[in-house]
T-cell receptor, first 115, second 113 residues
């Protein structure tokens, strides 16, 4: 287990298409977070899971976005009917609940470009 | 609402000079404060957190509750310190925002030889 893994690293898609990203967290971490980062901005919280339960969603997460974490392991983030404004870096992070933010480990991110 | 402000987008210093990256925050209560760093072509990683009062790679940060600031300092900057630095906060254990990070916009630090 070498850390948080995200796939793909880059995704270019046409406007209106659906895309799905995958995140594999550190195996012993029960919390998994998704963030979005646009150019010149810090990461912005999207949603998080504790095991398989999705506990909070940001208002940034419109109804075109959906995230899942089946069986509390890997997670997927799907964007339907992509728009140019969805172009961003999507970051995944995991942590151990007992350690809260202390044990936060980020993945390398998936860079989405909508053309 | 919680907010983190990093007033400087860019900061340039010469090697050996002191450096201070500013961070101010807004939060109802006592948050946990962090500094994250992203070196070129690497993933975002934790640099230090206020609760552990540690010094990492020569950097320190003091939480000033009166001024709601958490500035990052290093007395003698090195070229390898060049990176993007983000200040972030999280709520305390038991709170609704515990574990969820709010980031500032980041400061690009460039240390010239």
């Amino acid at each position: 287990d070498t850390g948080v893994s995200q796939n793909p690293r880059h995704k270019i898609t046409k406007r209106g298409q659906n895309v799905t990203f995958r995140c594999d967290p550190i195996s012993e971490h029960n919390r998994l977070y998704w963030y979005r980062q646009t150019l010149g901005q810090g990461p912005e919280f999207l949603t998080y899971f504790q095991n398989e339960a999705q506990l909070e969603k940001s208002r940034l997460l419109s109804d075109r976005f959906s995230a899942e974490r089946p069986k509390g392991s890997f997670s997927t983030l799907e964007i339907q009917r992509t728009e140019q404004g969805d172009s961003a870096m999507y970051l995944c992070a995991s942590s151990d609940q007992d350690r809260g933010s202390y044990g936060y480990t980020f993945g390398s991110g998936t860079r989405l470009t909508v053309v | 609402a919680q907010r983190v402000t990093q007033p400087e987008k860019l900061l340039s210093v010469f090697k050996g000079a002191p450096v201070e990256l500013k961070c101010n925050y807004s939060y109802s209560g006592s948050p946990e404060l962090f500094w994250y760093v992203q070196y070129s072509r690497q993933r975002l990683q934790l640099l230090l957190r206020h609760i552990s009062r540690e010094s990492i790679k020569g950097f320190t940060a003091d939480l000033n509750k009166g001024e709601t600031s958490f500035h990052l300092k290093k007395p003698f900057a090195q070229e390898e310190d060049s990176a993007m630095y983000y200040c972030a906060l999280s709520g305390v254990p038991g709170g609704t925002s515990y574990g969820k990070l709010t980031f500032g916009q980041g400061t690009i630090l460039t240390v010239h030889p």
